[in-house]
């Protein structure tokens, strides 16, 4: 489990989501497809194993990987690209990039995994470790 | 003298004033890993927004000023293998300066020209190569897919510059490069 390495930013950063009205979406709600057509998006994966996703800007905003679980520890998390629309997607590039929870190389596996069981092809995807 | 960020937390670190840490970051900054840097990088941002959101332009260009210094340093390491979503990250903080202190020429961070700069020396595609994906660019190769979005990230950058800065009319070759952008996979 990784922890979130900046909890004194927290309130801010729920803040500033909340108020542009972002919610994390599932590869199943209906917002995924926009969420995914304006440009790279963060992921995480919880305690659960629920994998979520967020813009990483909306408009010029940064939003943060701690939006997704309310600033609780994830298993994974990172940034990916994708394409596609109605179920059938295709991953571009997943990494394990956060700052605020520096998760590990071996977190990418999750990653993959999660990706491949909500139905998103990753067999053409580049893969980019950090730390 | 103010320890290395890893062997205290990222929090500490980021309660330092602004001169402490600018001096830090030039004497101290090969103790920093990358994985380090980025949370760093966040963390001053965030610093950043909050005094953005007070409209406190002292105090958010002195913490903006570092965190572009410290993201220099990180992109001049050979080891920092993506430095398109790094750059993605700072150049949108500057919109977002822009946007709540006004642009300003010559200004080393309120210049929407470093922003335009940015993206002309970072295009790697032409317009009329770009045209032509765009319209079927489900039949091209993944990888030529994966150049395409990652134009589309860099031009989200310039588009969201079009909306806080009038600069953009003195680039007219620019106006078709802000169109295609939603039509980019």
Redesign the interface.
């Known amino acids: 489990m990784f922890a979130n ?5 927290l309130d ?2 729920l803040q ?1 989501a909340n108020n542009l009205g972002i919610v994390p979406s599932s590869i199943t709600d209906q917002q995924f497809d926009e969420i995914i057509a ?3 998006v963060k992921w995480g994966i919880n305690v659960t194993g629920k994998l979520l996703f967020i813009p990483e ?1 909306f ?4 939003i ?1 990987h701690t939006v997704l679980f309310q600033g609780n520890s994830v298993l994974a998390a990172g ?1 990916a ?1 994708i ?1 596609g629309i109605q179920g059938r997607y ?1 991953l ?2 997943l ?1 394990n ?1 956060s ?2 929870y ?1 998760p590990t190389a071996a977190s990418l596996e999750f990653g993959k995994e999660a990706f491949q069981r909500a139905g998103i092809d990753i067999s ?1 995807a ?1 893969f ?1 470790i ?2 | 003298m103010l320890q290395a960020p890893s062997q205290f ?3 500490q670190w ?1 309660q330092q004033d602004v001169d402490t840490l600018l001096t830090w970051i030039d004497q101290q900054r090969s103790l920093i ?4 840097s ?6 001053l ?2 610093r950043v ?2 005094f953005l959101s007070e409209r406190n332009y002292k105090l958010s260009s002195q913490w903006a000023t570092l965190t572009f210094k410290l993201c220099d340093h990180l992109l001049q390491n050979d080891s920092c ?2 430095r398109d ?1 790094l750059l993605i ?1 700072v150049m ?2 500057r ?2 300066l822009i ?1 709540t202190f006004g642009e300003q020429n010559n200004h080393p961070i309120l210049d929407p020209n470093i922003i335009v700069q940015w993206f002309k020396q970072t295009c790697n595609l032409s317009l009329d190569e770009v045209c032509t994906m765009a319209k079927n660019w489900r039949n091209y190769p ?1 990888e030529k ?2 150049r395409l ?2 134009l ?2 860099r031009l ?2 310039l588009v ?1 510059l079009s ?2 800065s009038q600069s953009l009319a003195h680039f007219p070759d620019l106006e078709p490069w802000l169109t295609i952008q939603s039509q980019l ?1």
């Open positions: 390495q900046l909890p004194s930013f801010q950063e500033v304006q440009g790279r800007f408009n010029s905003q940064e943060y940034l690209d394409v295709l571009l590039w990494s990039y700052g605020h520096r053409q580049d980019e950090f730390g | 937390s990222v929090n980021l890993d990358n994985s380090l980025l949370s760093l990088i966040d963390g941002i965030l927004d909050y293998s993506d979503f990250k949108m903080l919109v977002r946007q993944v897919i994966r979005r990652q589309k990230n989200r950058v969201q909306q806080v996979p």
